[in-house]
């Protein structure tokens, strides 16, 4: 199973950029799909974005368009979700997830991170 290791949540006032990773330990993370999610507090878990295993095919939530960028740089093996302008809307945990085929599909994946908190202040 893969596993997958976010990082770089945090505090952050309106308007301000984070920057998360997620570092995988697979070997093949270079031929995998990767997505991430977020579940605010008392909400249903919901798709941001996903990147396919080449970094040519990405999508976007409505929410994350224009201030959100996934990307990916396989020799490290790890996903990034930069975050701009951020909103107290934001506020979640934020998952990175994976699916082994080249495209991402649908909202399951084969292997989930542990999450890392964002919090953003008015």
């Known amino acids: 199973q893969v596993q997958l290791v976010e990082s770089g949540g945090g505090l952050v006032q309106a308007g301000g950029s984070l920057r998360l990773s997620c570092a995988a330990s697979?070997?093949?993370?270079?031929?995998?799909?990767m997505g991430w999610f977020r579940q605010a507090p008392g909400k249903e878990s919901e798709f941001v974005a996903s990147?396919?295993?080449?970094?040519?095919?990405?999508n976007y939530a409505e929410s994350a368009k224009r201030r959100f960028t996934i990307s990916r740089d396989n020799a490290k093996k790890t996903v990034y979700l930069q975050m701009n302008s951020l909103k107290p809307e934001d506020t979640a945990v934020y998952y990175c997830a994976v699916q082994r085929r080249s495209y991402w599909s649908g909202s399951y994946a084969d292997s989930w991170g542990q999450g890392t908190e964002v919090t953003v202040s008015s």
């Open positions: 990147i396919s295993w080449s970094g040519i095919t990405i």
């Open positions: 697979e070997l093949a993370f270079s031929s995998y799909a």
